[in-house]
């Protein structure tokens, strides 16, 4: 990477230049003009940077540039994915493309974006974005290929290495047997033994050549012949099952054990034991009654057992629907001919996720009768349901967000309809009361709308100056609700705060998730429901000499104001305070978390321009009392442009100049309640229906000073009949309505004098919004 930015930086060098000379009026030198990027230095050097590793996938590598337009690319992104998809819209499987959106404006604002892995045609990635250039101007994508591992190819060279040469050195020969029975790797103990030679290779010879049985069936290496100790041959049968596996065969003098003791079966099992130690793959011995001899970590791991003692029985590990399947099948393996196979169980640890238990019958090795394999799917399975609740939450998301935005359009017509009957109703009217609660619980009906939106990552934000104070106001009684009468609410300001500027409704919900988790933890550490805690919320002014003080590398020094959240809960474990802010992370039981609460928090919070930091609160007995979350949130100073948009919302006000406004809503109470507010302003109002009606208008020779439009409608929809409407008149100001976040109608349309009022709104919110607009077109001309 650092060659690719050398190569950019170059390049944008030479275009500066070339447009210094051109404001200049001077034509560039032919010096100049060879100056320019020269793309295909930047394609060999990039090709450069994604040559494959030997045995590795090389990475494919895609730049482009703020208009997410594909600037170049090396053959491998050209291979995978063609040169008419540039990052982030591309052909990848549900969720992709959305994970590729969220990176590159993460990597446009920090300049790098965490690491993501998506797929498609059945190839998978890992995503890395980052800045580049010296403007910054263009974007580095790297898909790197996520590989399978290749369990037999690792195996191999294991036995090959020092872990074959320590195993031979106890006298074990280990032989890695394809399901053919040819040879792909042994140790050179098992060399040594067939060849005579340590430094021999074994592969591709026949695994079956190198031993031979006398009248006794006893088992000698056909180089020894009768001379040489009788050996106790193990197959362990390699997954998956399905298929003709490969196996690890063990050969083990049956005349001697762990310290040379002939005839100790004893230490012929601990020495296989040693082995099945070291092994990656899970293994466990039973006797010939099904009783557990013993499981080295893999198995313990795979089974769920790391913290708890190793069962009587295999059928203990089971839920009870397979535990005679699963006696019976251990028993038949310890009493019949040496023999394998598989059987499909459900473990009590994960009883919705069928797992493949492997059993193998063994002879001569004492008491051990049975060996069972099982692998270790831990992270297969936690991988597995992220990729479900991402997929479920999405699909979720997409649904309450297409609810909130119909029921926006009814509550924007209640609304309105309201505001018009209360202009010809006064207080002590008999129906003034009616309307009123009607109107604050319509109100209410659009706060849950906004919640539906949050959740589905379309929210409008509407960021505002205020007081950390006002806002635990606001949801204090709620909270009381929440926790509960066993849990007491403790909330003190500190004087002098500084104010902030945040969205207050996303303000609200940092408070509530850190509540709702300090509950739960409070109930989970005391015993239940009825379990009693305090919770404490401290508003606190942190002057800059207190974050020099703190000696942070991640807070800048500056005035902040601090929101600080202490539970009684028992703290939060050491080995998972570090993850407690990733997605789909939860300490809580299945079903009962999606890990997002946290998680959400930190997006708001690092939003609103802030910190987040959590930590534990030290007991009298030097063990975590209870939690701490610490959010710094900068105080706000206003700005010339802030004090100049004031000064122009005040101005706004005071607009009577008039106008003529095309009104396009394809709602037909949406439409007439907008008409009914603008009219009663002396605005004159014309309506349509859809956005081909108000086009035609439009290019029909209408003139008028303001559009404002829905979004959402059939046929054509307002961006697009924006456009065709600034062909025709350039400078006509356009407002859109519309219940989804203003940053979406943002990506599909940025043009000049575009305006933005979020539904459901009131009578005064439209007609204040459109003087503001009309009077800062007027500026402008």
Known sequence: MPLVALGFACGLAAMMMAAAMAVRGQRPAADVQEALPDWSVTLAAIESTGHAAQGKARAAIAITDRANRLVCANPAFEEAFGSLHAPPRMALDAGGSDRLSTMVREAWREGEAATCEVAGDGHHWRVHTRRAGRADEYMIWSFTPIEEVDMLADMAMWLRGPFGAMFGDAGLCLALVGPEGTILAANSELAARACGDGSATLAGQEFAELLRSDDRDRIHFTREGRKGSPQTLWQVPLAPPE??????????????????????????????????????????????????????????????????????????????????????AVRRYAQGPASSGDIAVRLSVEPDEPASLGLAGVRGMGEAAVLLSLADTTEETRLRRQVAQATKMQAVGQLAGGVAHDFNNVLTAIIGYCDLMLLRHTPGDSDYDDIQQIKANSNRAASLTRQLLAFSRQQTLQSEVLQLPDVMSEVTQMLKRLLGAKITLDVRHDRNLGAVRADPRQLEQVIINLAVNARDAIQTSGGGEGASGILTFTTRRVEARDIRRMGSDII?????????????????????????????????????????????????????????????????????????????????????????????????????????????EDEDMVRAVAERALTRQGYEVITASDGDEGFELVRGGEQFDLVVSDVVMPVMDGPAMALAIREVAPDLPILFMSGYAEAQLRDQIDIVAMHFIPKPFSVQQIADKVAEVLTASSRRD
């Open 243 to 328: 298929a003709e596996p490969a196996s690890l065969m063990l050969l083990v003098d049956a005349g001697m054990g762990l310290g040379g003791t002939a005839g100790d079966a004893k230490g012929q099992a601990g020495q296989l034991e040693a082995l099945l130690e070291q092994l990656p793959l899970g293994l466990a011995m039973t006797d010939r009654d099904g009783r557990f001899l013993f499981a080295n970590p893999a198995f313990r791991r795979a089974a769920g057992l790391e913290a708890h003692s190793l069962p009587p029985y295999p059928s203990d590990l089971v839920i009870a629907r397979d535990k005679t399947a699963m006696s019976d």
């Open 556 to 664: 800048p020094a500056g005035e902040y104001t601090a929101l600080i959240c202490e539970d009684t809960g028992g703290g939060i474990a050491p080995a998972i305070i570090g993850k407690i802010f990733e997605p789909f992370f939860t300490t809580k039981d299945l079903g009962k978390g999606t890990g997002l609460g946290l998680s959400t928090v930190y997006g708001i919070v690092k939003q609103s321009g802030g910190f987040i930091f959590a930590s534990n609160v030290q007991g009298i007995t030097g063990r975590p009392a209870g939690a701490r979350f610490t959010i710094y949130l900068p105080v706000h100073e206003a700005s010339e442009e802030e004090l100049k948009k004031t000064e122009a919302v005040e101005e706004a006000r005071n607009w009577a100049g008039g106008g003529r406004i095309l009104l396009v």
